[in-house]
Each structure stands twice: as C-alpha cells, then as structure tokens.
C-alpha cells in the first residue's frame, strides 16, 4: 500500500507549527516568514495534489478544442497555412497518444501553446482581418475560462479580491 | 509575424544581459549578517569613513524583491551613530531594475516629494558582492501598526481608519512626481526620455516586457501573445511624458501614526519617464484594493477608481483620457501577469533569490490579472 499523501502533508504542518516555528528565533523575521509560507504552500498542495491531473487533462481538452476551432478558421498566406500545419500536426499527436501524468500532459499542452501564439503571431503578419478577429475571440474565450479555472485553483491562496465569488475546484476541472 | 523590433532602454538591456549572466550562478541564499556588517565596514572604509562601527543590523521583511536591511553606522566623521536602510539585488528577483537609477532619481526628486536621502550606491556590487543602495533611515509605517504580519507587499491589507486622512496626501505626492519637470538630464544620465508627441513612452514599455517574457517564459501562454500584439498596435501618444513611478501604491509610502501625514515614498526601482496614465492604472489594479463597508470597491484601500480620477484631475490639471487609461491598465495588468506567470516560477527553478518560496506563492496571483485584461479589452 502506498502511505497516504495527504496524511504525510499533514505531518509536514503539525511538525512546522508544533515543533520547528517555536524553536525559531522569534527575533529572526525572515525564517519565521518562511516557515509560515511553508504551511500555506504545503495546505495548498494538500487541497490540489490529487487534482492537479484532472486539472491539467481539463486544460488540454480545452486547448485541444480551441485549436480544432482555429483550424477550420484559419484562412491567410504562406506564414498562416503553415502553422495550421503545424497545429494539424499537434493536434494529430495528442489524438492518438495517452498522457498518463501531470508533467506528460503539462508539455502537450505547452506544445499546442505554442503553436497557437504561433498562429498569432501568423495571422498579424498574411492572415485575413475576419480570420485575424475571429481568431482573437477564440483566443480570448478560452483564456477567460482558463483564467477562471486558475483562480478557482488558486482562491485559497486568499489574494483574489473576488475570491468569494469563485467556483470550488471540483468545479472547474 | 516579423515585428519591428520594440525599444529598450541601454540600462535596463544591461539589466537583462545580467539576469543572463546570473542565472549561471547557482542558488542565492539570505546574504549572512556577520559577512555583511564586515563588507559595509569595508565598504565605508573606502568611502572615506574612519573609526567605523556598523552594528544593529535587522532584516526588513514583508517586501517581494530585494533583501532589505536596517543598520545603524557610528563613525568619526559622524556627531552621533546614524540608521541606515540597505537595498540589496539578489541573483534574480521579481523584477530586475537598478539601485543606480533608483539613487539617481532618489537625489534629484528629493523636496519634490518626500523620499529617503541617499547615503551611498554600489551600482553593480563591486563592494558589497550585489548590486545595493544604502538610504537614510526614516521613520514612519507602511500599514497601521494595529494591522500586524497580515498582507504580502501589499496585497491583501487594509488601511483601516487611516483611509481618509491619507487618501488627499496619496494624491498630492502622485501629482507633485507627475508635474516635476526640472530635472536635470545629466544627472539622469541611466534614464532613456521618450520623445514627446509619440508613442515612444509606451513602446518603451512593451519592449523591456516583452524582453522579461522571452526570458522568463516557463510554458506558453497565448494570451499573452495576443496582448502583446494588441499593445503594439494600440500604443497611445504621448505628449509629454513625465516621471512614473512605476509602483505608487499601498505599502509603497510610510506615514506617521496617528497623523497620517506622509514621510517618504519608496520603492521606486521601477521608475521611468512615461505616460501619466500608467501610474494612475497602476493603483487600480485590483490586487491591491479591496471591498469597503459599504460595498464599494476601493483602489489600494483608499477611495474609489471614480474618486481618485477626479481628484487627480483636479489637483494636476491633466485630462485624463479614458481610452489611454484602458490601455496602460491592460499594460500594467501583463507585466504583473509577467512577473507572476514567468518570473516567479524561472527564479523558484533556479533558486536565484533569498525568498523563492514567496516567489512562487505569488505565481498563484498570474490569473488574477490575466482574467483582468481580457474584460479591459472587450470593454467590460
């Protein structure tokens, strides 16, 4: 059996608050400081870790559908044809592979990024103005939904100003 | 796209170059107090200073950048022992700037608005190991001290009773930085002033974060390829650039207790010529307001977006201009979004400061302002 994640990070805590702050010098700011963070950082981890898959498959199923859209958008000169290419050819990959981790998921979703500001970048430069504004819209759907699954992700962290009014991270996934 | 390459001044280019260069250094621990009281010793000793005694050293915590220091210098050349601030650059930090354009603008704005004197600057660390600026010491605090340890740099605390005696005070010293016009040029000899009637004080600013996301970009993010781009075709005139601080806001000024009255404004490392407008959509980013009692919602805890509009305008005497306000708040928004999104993670992986682990706990807040620019740019 595998000892349970959480339980572990829980030690982590009750040993920082319990045993390691008291015996900072109160005196030393900067480690007391740490130490602190240490027990948010780790309470945070706590309430994401066994998420964080779903969360980053979560990202890919969007980027994926966002750059299935952009293709069939696409319309421009030499620069834009060619990183449709390039996305028809990511999008071909992800299709037919199986990411099993946080970190596997992590790079297709980078890799597809990429190719997306790519198609940005393409579009300024050959591709047609209805292209050009379509593909800024679905650019920016997706990245409201995204910023509104990463607050959620983060709303615990207690520096959104409009956290009370997230969604939980069960939510959002 | 081929894009025109965007400005960037010679200075901050040498900032970024040595970023570069340091990123090759390895992990940055808290610099030690005992190695440090020697090296200002030394240091002083060069300057000039004899029969020099530097003691009381006391870490200033709370802040996202620098290491910061109190200490107090007994010398021969001085009547009394004095107190001292000391700024010092880690190998990489939230944002890279430079303690010589700090001490520069420091020495020339001083009796413009209050700011701490300049004692000392060792630009590129030559004696003190890192790059540093040593100021006086002045007294005051930067949130009420009933407050307490809550609130990281400024996120995330309230100024209680304190709002409405300080508000009027916030905006006199903006305007007094915005409506100073003279400097003297060759004293600001590390500072590029952007050509007025164009749009050079916005491009200026694209390109020195623009340059930051090439180098601290740890995944892709294509918004803020299309931000980017937007900023470049929407860059405003302007007409007269002036001084921006670059971040005037709560936790930025100290005060007295009880008065209220203001004793220095701090932290101007990412000070620039520029646009007005940039300083004003600085302090509202929501980040640093909060909700009042009634609802409202206050810009850096002190009065509403509305309110400090109108009184700026009325105390400066400049229009300001909706349309370009938008666009230096969807500016501000993406460096912040930068900074978070890129800058605290490169230097958690590198392990290039003294405080990484609130480096990448402020990483969580890059959504915050990547949600804020996609609502300022549909107009919402």
């Known amino acids: ?123 300024e430069a050959d591709g047609v103005t209805e292209f050009i504004k379509e593909l800024e819209n679905i650019v920016l759907d997706y990245s409201k939904t995204q910023a509104l699954r990463e607050r959620a992700w983060f709303q615990s962290a207690g520096m959104d100003p409009d956290r009370d009014e997230l969604p939980c991270i069960d939510e959002i996934l | ?42 240091y002083f000793r060069h300057l000039g200073y004899t029969s020099i005694t530097v003691d009381n050293l006391k870490r200033i915590t709370g802040g996202a950048s620098k290491e910061q220091f109190f200490f107090r210098l007994q010398c021969r050349e001085f009547a009394e022992p004095k107190r001292f601030a000391l700024r010092m650059d880690p190998y990489e930090s939230i944002v890279e700037t430079c303690r010589l354009r700090e001490a520069q603008l420091l020495q020339q704005i ?111 993010y294509p918004l803020m390829t299309l931000v980017e781009n937007w900023l470049i075709k929407h860059a405003p005139i302007c007409d007269d650039p002036c001084v921006v601080h670059g971040d005037y806001r709560v936790g930025n000024f100290m005060f007295q207790e009880p008065s209220g009255d203001i004793t220095a404004i701090l932290d101007w490392e990412m000070t620039h010529f520029g646009d007005f407008h940039e300083d004003l959509a600085w302090i509202v980013q929501r980040l640093y307001g909060h909700f009042g009692d009634h609802g409202q919602f206050l810009v850096c805890g002190l009065m509403t977006k509305e309110e400090l ?43 290039s400061n003294h405080q990484d682990l609130l480096l990448t706990w402020l990483s969580g807040a890059g959504s915050i302002f990547t949600n804020y620019i996609i609502d300022l740019i549909r107009g919402e």
Request: glycine letters at 6%; a neutral charge.
């Open chain 2, 1 to 42: 796209m081929n894009k025109i390459p965007l400005p960037v001044e010679p200075r901050i280019q040498y900032l970024l170059d040595r970023k570069i260069r340091n990123q090759n250094l390895g992990r940055y621990a808290p610099r030690e107090s005992g190695e440090l009281i020697m090296a200002l010793e030394a």
């Open chain 2, 309 to 351: 509009l109108q009184r700026y305008e009325e105390k400066s005497g400049k229009k300001v201009c909706k349309e370009t306000l938008r666009y230096y708040e969807v500016l501000n928004a993406w460096k912040s979004a930068i900074m978070c999104l890129g800058t605290t993670i490169t230097v958690g992986v590198n392990g």
């Open chain 2, 110 to 220: 001083a009796g413009v608005v209050p700011v701490p004197p300049v004692f000392a600057v060792d630009p590129d660390g030559q004696h003190l190991g890192q790059p540093a600026l040593i100021t006086e010491f002045v007294s005051g605090v930067t949130k009420p001290s009933a407050r307490g340890s809550e609130g990281v740099s400024g996120i995330g605390f309230g100024l209680g009773d304190y709002a409405e005696r300080l508000k009027l005070k916030f905006i006199d010293n903006l305007v007094a930085i915005h409506t100073w016009s003279d400097w003297n040029k060759k004293a600001l000899s590390s500072f590029v002033i952007p050509k007025p009637a164009t749009t050079e004080a916005a491009l200026y600013q694209v390109g020195w974060w623009s340059a930051v996301w090439a180098l601290d970009k740890v995944e892709s």
């Open chain 1, 1 to 123: 059996m595998l000892p349970s994640i959480s339980i572990r990070l829980n030690n982590l805590v009750k040993a920082l608050e319990c045993t390691i702050i008291p015996a900072i010098d109160p005196n030393n700011d900067l480690a007391q400081e740490q130490a602190t963070l240490m027990i948010s950082h780790l309470s945070l981890i706590n309430e994401q870790w066994d998420k964080a898959f779903l969360f980053e498959k979560g990202t890919l199923n969007r980027l994926t559908a966002i750059a299935g859209k952009i293709l069939s958008a696409a319309r421009g000169g030499v620069e834009t044809t060619k990183v449709a290419d390039d996305i028809r050819q990511s999008l071909d990959k992800i299709s037919t592979s199986l990411y099993l981790t946080v970190e596997e998921t992590s790079q297709q979703v980078d890799q597809l990024g990429r190719n997306i500001e790519a198609m940005l970048n393409a579009a």
